[in-house]
């Protein structure tokens, strides 16, 4: 079946523009995941959703970042005004609940702030 | 701080030798996964190990859970080529809301051929 997909797959922005990526999860996932890897790092925690319930959000690293989930499927990241410490590799994941954790993670997304 | 850390960092392996790669946690965990990235790749889910003491393999890889559930460990023999890549434990801290992982640094293994 389709698994976890992100668009777009490349984005180069300038320095203060805003930039939205998309997440489209796997189809019944309950939970869906953003992270951000910086070159050779690990995985930042960015935001989480679950079901109804209210995300996350203790991983957003400035009020310039946000996320929102429309009817428990597709998520859009918005970052406004880009530095260039953002640009890094956006990766989304979604799992569902019950006996198995295991998250499914997209290609992610490569932005670049010029 | 972080919660979960992995050891070491970076492994550089002989082709055909055996490693061992270390996870451990601050904090009592729920459970452990295991994820593999490849270079310019995303992770992939590996294994998940639920009980204390757990052990379970996958061909060369052997996974391991602590009695205490605090650390987690990775042994894989005989290494190839096809292991290169970046090994990232994640844990569900007891205490977390939701099933909300909390991933490691990741160990990056480079395989001398």
């Known amino acids: 079946g389709a698994g976890v997909s992100q668009s777009p797959s490349n984005k180069v922005t300038e320095k203060g523009k805003d930039v939205e990526l998309r997440c489209d999860p796997i189809?019944?996932?309950?939970?869906l995941y953003w992270y951000r890897q910086s070159l050779g790092q690990g995985l930042e925690f960015l935001i989480y959703?679950?079901?109804?319930?209210?995300?996350?959000k203790s991983g957003l690293p400035s009020d310039r970042f946000s996320a929102e989930r429309t009817g428990g499927s597709v998520s859009t990241l918005t970052i406004q005004r880009t530095q260039q410490e953002d640009s890094a590799v956006y990766l989304c994941?979604?799992?569902?609940?019950?006996?198995?954790?295991?998250?499914?993670f997209g290609p992610g997304t490569r932005l670049t702030v010029t | 701080g972080q919660q979960v850390m992995q050891i070491p960092q970076y492994q550089h392996v002989q082709e055909g030798e055996d490693f061992t790669t270390y996870c451990n946690s601050s904090t009592t965990l729920s459970n452990i996964q295991w994820y593999k990235q490849r270079p310019g790749g995303h992770p992939v889910f590996l294994i998940q190990?639920?009980?204390?003491?757990e052990v379970k393999k996958q061909k060369r890889l052997t996974f391991q859970f602590g009695e205490a559930k605090k650390n987690s460990s990775l042994h894989i023999t005989a290494t190839q080529t096809t292991d290169v890549g970046t090994y990232f434990c994640a844990g569900v801290l007891i205490k977390a809301a939701g099933n909300k992982l909390t991933f490691g640094g990741g160990t990056r293994v480079l395989v001398k051929p």
């Open positions: 994941a979604s799992s569902t609940q019950g006996r198995s954790y295991e998250q499914y």
């Open positions: 959703f679950q079901g109804n319930s209210a995300p996350d």
């Open positions: 190990l639920v009980k204390s003491g």
């Open positions: 189809s019944g996932h309950t939970a």
